[in-house]
């Protein structure tokens, strides 16, 4: 069964460093998505990609924040700066359309900002 | 008033028995709806999509209410693997965002 990959599956960083978490989308998937989950929190909306552009962003993502499809298969979330209240699940998601279809979501990447 | 609400819970059932919740969103131009499972720090899993005539998968049920803007999930016969958080999350008609709600947690016991 396809499935949405992440690596790493847990990252432990300095507060100010930069980070890339790396998602591989399911293969036939057009939109693509990055979600945050502080623990014990909901998860959160933070971006959703299209035809290589944001086509919508919270007021989470904001400019320490970006997303590249550097090739045809990843798809990246950046943090430029990374701080403390950054740590959080990072869940990438896709799927095949933009309504009425399931988004697919993969194992997270859990990242700790110290 | 928060987008999607959902009591959390925790839900406690005894194994066999039948539990129901709802989820009650704000936004009444939203379009898609869902119901997801979320094992603890796991990623979220689709159950099911739920329809505007409802739908069943099983032990599982959804529904859909537009005019009073909830969605239901019912689960018959609990099984002890049943034990999970479980998001309502909707997507609006514009833009391709899913709005999750804080989730539902379901303790199934023996």
């Known amino acids: 069964e396809p499935e949405v990959t992440q690596t790493p599956s847990h990252q432990v960083t300095q507060m100010g460093q930069e980070v890339i978490l790396r998602c591989v989308p399911i293969s036939n998937h057009l939109y693509f998505y990055w979600y945050r989950q502080i623990l014990g929190q909901k998860v959160e909306f933070l971006v959703s990609f299209y035809n290589n552009e944001i086509s919508e962003k919270s007021e989470i993502f904001d400019d320490q924040f970006s997303v590249e499809r550097p090739d045809g298969s990843n798809f990246t979330l950046k943090i430029r700066s990374t701080k403390l209240e950054d740590s959080a699940m990072y869940f990438c998601?896709?799927?095949?359309?933009?309504?009425?279809?399931?988004?697919?979501f993969g194992q997270g990447t859990r990242l700790t900002v110290v | 008033r928060k987008e999607v609400e959902q009591d959390p819970g925790p839900f406690n059932v005894p194994e066999g028995a039948t539990v129901a919740f709802n989820c009650t969103y704000s936004n009444s131009a939203s379009q898609s709806f869902f119901w997801y499972r979320q094992d603890c720090r796991k990623e979220p899993k689709l159950l099911m999509s739920v329809y505007s005539s409802g739908n069943e998968d099983g032990r599982f049920t959804a529904q859909l209410n537009r005019a009073s803007q909830y969605i239901s999930l019912l689960i018959r016969d609990s099984k002890l693997s049943d034990s999970a958080t479980y998001l309502c999350?909707?997507?609006?008609?514009?833009?391709?965002?899913?709005?999750f709600g804080g989730g539902t947690r379901v303790l199934v016991k023996p």
């Open positions: 999350v909707v997507n609006r008609a514009a833009g391709n965002k899913l709005t």
């Open positions: 998601a896709s799927s095949e359309r933009v309504l009425n279809t399931e988004a697919f």
